[in-house]
């Protein structure tokens, strides 16, 4: 689960500038903070239960709904190309965030094939009517942009214990390290990469400049910030299979999958990925070289304990996975 030599790209610190943008965002934060408190503002949460938006404001969302969303998300929101945007489908997905990652997935990216035709404020009222539909309470306010990194979502329904044909073995067929290099490896490099190349300045090849290749052709199907969705995806979905029973490590020793240590670290890398596709979606590329410090981290944690014997990147072979009393 890391970056050190023999798996996972080390991470490659590019300070200066990140640095400098980090310093100029958290002046603008500190200046816009202190000047709420001269004009006596506090900021305080609202829950959803409070009615945070109005009839008239989900009716305008409505109508964008209708004219931009529908054709994808269905006519009630129930999904069909893309996920719903009602029910617990939707709270899977979007449930215990905040409103304004919703609005900024909606403003920036949304539809999918021709994004950020619609304004802020068609982007808020558009959720608005998401709220409407899930039947959050109106109130006597229209929902505004200040408001929304304070309002939660609420979480997700707990998934029943056992679903229809819940009860399939899973019997691993990859040994530790396979898994790792058929999915982990390539899916946190793509996220690591985009600290050197912007997935936005992507530039695709000329149809029929050389003979067909399966592997370019796939990379023109998802492009540019698509691929770093999905890489971030990959990881929260399929980290959970370290914890498989029944799989080995490359040395033939049992996947520890029992340990307090490694389903923490385990639990580490999902959310470094959580953390990674909340920043793709933003499609800024600071954001994600701030994750990437963190997906970083949560591989270097286990790979110290269960991969690199002794000296970084020297545990090979039989050094993985060791024998922890």
């Not at 309470?137 to 939660?152: K, N, R, S």
């Not at 701030?290 to 545990?315: F, K, M, P, W």
Request: hydrophobic residues 40%.
């Amino acid at each position: 689960m890391g970056s050190s030599r023999g798996c996972l790209m080390r991470l490659i610190r590019l300070g200066r500038t990140a640095a400098r943008r980090a310093r100029a965002a958290a002046s603008c934060a500190g200046a816009l903070a202190a000047a709420f408190a001269l004009a006596g503002h506090t900021l305080q949460s609202q829950t959803l239960a409070d009615g945070v938006y109005t009839a008239g404001q989900a009716a305008r969302g409505q109508q964008v709904y209708q004219a931009q969303c529908a054709v994808c998300h269905g006519d009630a929101l129930e999904g069909s190309v893309g996920p719903p945007l009602a029910g617990d489908g939707f709270l899977s997905i979007w449930g215990a965030r905040p409103l304004v990652d919703l609005v900024d997935k909606i403003h920036y990216t949304m539809p999918l094939e021709a994004p950020a035709p619609l304004s802020r404020q068609e982007s808020i009222d558009l959720t608005a009517y998401v709220l409407q539909t899930g039947d959050f309470p109106t109130g006597e306010a229209e929902l505004t942009d200040g408001m929304l990194a304070g309002i939660v979502l609420p979480a997700a329904p707990a998934a029943a214990g056992s679903a229809a044909g819940g009860d399939l073995a899973l019997v691993p067929v990859a040994n530790l390290a396979q898994l790792m290099r058929a999915v982990t490896f390539p899916n946190s490099n793509a996220i690591f990469n985009v600290q050197l190349k912007d997935p936005g300045d992507q530039v695709l090849p000329a149809p029929g400049g050389r003979p067909f290749d399966y592997v370019e052709w796939g990379s023109t199907v998802y492009p540019g910030w698509q691929a770093i969705d999905l890489a971030a995806l990959a990881l929260v979905e399929s980290t959970p299979l370290f914890l498989a029973p029944g799989r080995r490590c490359e040395n033939g020793r049992p996947v520890p999958v029992d340990r307090a240590d490694w389903k923490q670290y385990t639990e580490e890398l999902v959310e470094a990925g959580r953390a990674a596709y909340r920043a793709s979606q933003s499609r800024s590329v600071d954001a994600v070289i701030e994750v990437a410090d963190q997906l970083n981290n949560a591989c270097d944690n286990c790979h110290t304990i269960y991969r690199d014997a002794g000296a970084e990147g020297s545990g090979q072979g039989a050094d993985r996975c060791p024998e922890i009393p």
